[in-house]
Structure formats: structure tokens, C-alpha cells
């Protein structure tokens, strides 16, 4: 069963949401990222066989209002305000709020104004709790990667602002989409005024305290060979969230929800069962305290699960992809399995 909703969030700004999935079936809100619109999330359809699932389309994104003031977008009131009003206008009760990349900031903006107590749990996808210059050190520097950065997709110049985009598009994922699918995503990208782009994700945020206060569990998942949010931005995550999981995915750069969907999928919904049900995610069977565990992992059966500590090496694996170099098996952190 699918439904659409026009929401009034922030400021008077109409808010485009999808509806799948029986209306009393637990929930999960799925938050997309930046310039992107709910259909990020086709994949995860299956899922509203069990869940019901949100997908709203982000101010200034997909099918919701566009207003080009800056104020709009550059604080973190309007996103938390927006997320607050669908939760109340739909009546949603203690849903699972998970976050791709900039749509894990919009969780972070929701954590800050309203804290968890009316949530589930939370999740971060390929994202961080802190943005621009308090990023840690390493994960800036990866992010000024030509299309990482994208700063064309800042201009109104519409041949400078399409390869932009396209080059964008191509760096979200490791496994390469077929041409429509591309094709779609460049299209959804392109809905997305660049005053707009450049006022939502040039932020400064500091959440490191804001994660030390949520108690409820915490999902933070990324790609091995991940080009926009390294293991930097996820292992900070988990060592500020106290009740965290980790999840690697090896054949997945910053879409795993796309590129290894029968794997995110069975994980979520794990993770959605625990939440649910009032497990803490530190007593997860996959993994031990902030452990790394689940499906999206395990390459070869026997896989030792890591722990937030070895986590750390995981920057140097990140860096030796980046330069095209294979990352040493033999310190134990994964076993590299590319596609």
C-alpha cells in the first residue's frame, strides 16, 4: 500500500512524503541525502512488507518546496522542525529514524532540538554528527576530492552545474548503476537549486554531544570503499554514541543501501526488530559492545568482528583504495572483496 503526503514543516514549507506499508506496522523513517529525493530508496521497498516505511523528499528537494533563502537550510532548526512535523501530522509512534549521508545530519538536527525520547532508535548511513570544519582531519581531505566536493554544483552555470552532478552521481557508488539508473539520479539531482545545495551542505556542526546523549540504539553503516564519508566520519560516530553498532559493507562505497540491497536490507530490518522490541544495540549477537556485526560483513565465513578500537585502522584501508592500492589483509581489519 502506498500513500503521499503533503506535511507543512518549518517556516510554512510543504514537505513531499511517501507512505509504504501497512499503517500499523513499526516504523522506519528513511532520511536521503544531499540533492538526492526519496526515490534513493527503491530498494528498500520490499521492506513494507514488515514495515511501515516514511520517505519524505527533504526541503528544497524531490517534490517538496524550494524557498532560496539560505536561512532556510544553513541551521539546524528547519530540518529538525520538518522531521518533528511528519512524526506528529502522521501520528507515528516511536519510529526508527535512519540517515543517509546529509539525511544523517537531518537525524543529528532532530537528535539536538528534540532529543530520542519519542524514537525508536536512530541510524547513519555513509554520514557523521560533525560537518564542515570540525570534521576530523583525515575525512576533510577526502572530501576535497574533485567530485567529492562538487563546488559546480554550486553554480548557476547549468554545463559546469550538470557535470557536477554527474560526477557526483558516479563517486556515490562503488558498483556502477546501469545507465537509467543514473540517469534518474542525475535527474532528481538536478530538481535541487544550487542556492539551495550550497546552503545545506556548507555547514559548520559539532554533535559530538549530541550523540553522548542519546541513549536509544544507534546503526552507523558505510561502505568499504566509500569516496565521500570515510571510516573517519563512522568510527568518531561510534565512539560518541553510547549504545552503537557498527556495519561494514565490503562491496559498497557510499550507497550500500543500493549496491548490496539484500544485505542492508536483512540488517535494518535486524536492527529494526531490536529497536522494537527494546534490545540495546551493545547486546547484538553479531558483535560484542559497539562491535561491528551482520550480514553486510561477513565476505567469507569465520570473519573475526571488530571492535570500535580496531576501527581505527580502518583509515588507512580507506586511503590505500583511494590510491588504487590493495589494503593490507594481513592486519586482519577485512578482507577485501572488490567488485
Not at 512488507?49 to 524531490?62: K, M, N, T
Request: hydrophobic share 40%; with cysteine; net charge neutral.
Amino acid at each position: 500500500m502506498t500513500r503521499s503526503h503533503h506535511i507543512v514543516g518549518h517556516g510554512g514549507v510543504q514537505l513531499h512524503v511517501r507512505d509504504l506499508g501497512p499503517k500499523n506496522a513499526p516504523t522506519i523513517i528513511l532520511v536521503h541525502g544531499w540533492s538526492q529525493c526519496h526515490l534513493s530508496f527503491e530498494r528498500q521497498a520490499v521492506l513494507a512488507g514488515r514495515f511501515r516505511l516514511i520517505l519524505p523528499d527533504l526541503r528544497g528537494h524531490g517534490q517538496s518546496d524550494k524557498p532560496l533563502d539560505p536561512a532556510c537550510y544553513n541551521n539546524s532548526r528547519p530540518w529538525a522542525e520538518d522531521m518533528q512535523k511528519i512524526i506528529q501530522t502522521l501520528d507515528l509512534k516511536s519510529p526508527l529514524m535512519v540517515g543517509w549521508s546529509m539525511g544523517g545530519w537531518v537525524v543529528m538536527d532532530y537528535l539536538e532540538h528534540f532529543g530520542d525520547a519519542a524514537l525508536a532508535g536512530v541510524g547513519l548511513i555513509g554520514s557523521s554528527i560533525t560537518t564542515g570544519r570540525h570534521l576530523p582531519p583525515s575525512a576533510a581531505q577526502v572530501r576535497n576530492d574533485l567530485p567529492a566536493k562538487a563546488s559546480g554544483m554550486y553554480s548557476n552555470d547549468l554545463a559546469e552545474n550538470l557535470a557536477a552532478v554527474l560526477a557526483f552521481v558516479d563517486v556515490c557508488f562503488h558498483q556502477k548503476p546501469e545507465a537509467a539508473v543514473i540517469a534518474k539520479a542525475v535527474g532528481y539531482n538536478m530538481l535541487v537549486p544550487p542556492q539551495v545545495r550550497a546552503a545545506a551542505r556548507l555547514r559548520q556542526e559539532d554533535r559530538r554531544a549530541v550523540a553522548e546523549a542519546t541513549t536509544k540504539p544507534c546503526w552507523v553503516a558505510w561502505g568499504v570503499h566509500e569516496r565521500l564519508a570515510p571510516s573517519d566520519m563512522g568510527e568518531e560516530a561510534l565512539e560518541h554514541f553510547a549504545n552503537a553498532r557498527g556495519q561494514l559493507y565490503h562491496k559498497s562505497g557510499h550507497s550500500p543501501f543500493w549496491e548490496e540491497p539484500e544485505a542492508f536490507n536483512a540488517d535494518l530490518a535486524e536492527f529494526a526488530g531490536q529497536c522494537f522490541s527494546g534490545q540495546p544495540a551493545t547486546t547484538n549477537s553479531l558483535g560484542g559492545p559497539n562491535g561491528v556485526g551482520g550480514k553486510g560483513d561477513h565476505p567469507k565465513a569465520g570473519l573475526d568482528l571488530l571492535t570500535v578500537s580496531d576501527l581505527r585502522i580502518l583509515k588507512n584501508a580507506t586511503n590505500s583504495l583511494l590510491r588504487g592500492t590493495k589494503p593490507n589483509s594481513k592486519q586482519g581489519v577485512f578482507d577485501d572483496n572488490p567488485t
